[in-house]
């Protein structure tokens, strides 16, 4: 069975950093894209930013230069590096991946972890 596992969701001061890491555990897939979304409250979800199983990054403009994605595909894990945090980020955070089996390609959501930042 395929989990998403996310970590590293906290509180922090406006202008802190915090890092968010995604693990998929289970066997018998290849991962394709990754992503993080985020969803504050009374609002919809948003891209955060993604990223191809090559490498290829697209973030959301209003996130630009100060969160990064990366990827290890040895350890199916994807990561979120979130800095000069404002109280706009404020919001629970999901990860995605597309996972390619023998028989279908699914996409799965980790179960969000909360990201509070204060001013």
């Known amino acids: 069975q395929v989990q998403l596992v996310e970590s590293g969701g906290g509180v922090a001061q406006a202008g802190e950093s915090l890092r968010l890491s995604c693990a998929a555990s289970?066997?018998?897939?290849?991962?394709?894209?990754m992503g993080w979304y985020r969803q504050a409250p009374g609002k919809q979800r948003e891209l955060v930013a993604a990223i191809t199983r090559g490498g290829t990054t697209n973030y959301a403009d209003s996130l630009k230069g100060r969160f990064t994605i990366s990827r290890d595909n040895a350890k199916n894990t994807v990561s979120l590096q979130m800095n000069s945090l404002k109280p706009g980020d404020t919001a629970v955070y999901y990860c995605?991946?597309?996972?390619?089996?023998?028989?279908?390609?699914?996409?799965?959501w980790g179960q969000g972890t909360q990201v509070t930042v204060s001013s």
């Open positions: 995605n991946a597309e996972l390619i089996s023998d028989y279908a390609t699914v996409l799965y």
């Open positions: 289970g066997s018998g897939f290849t991962i394709n894209n």
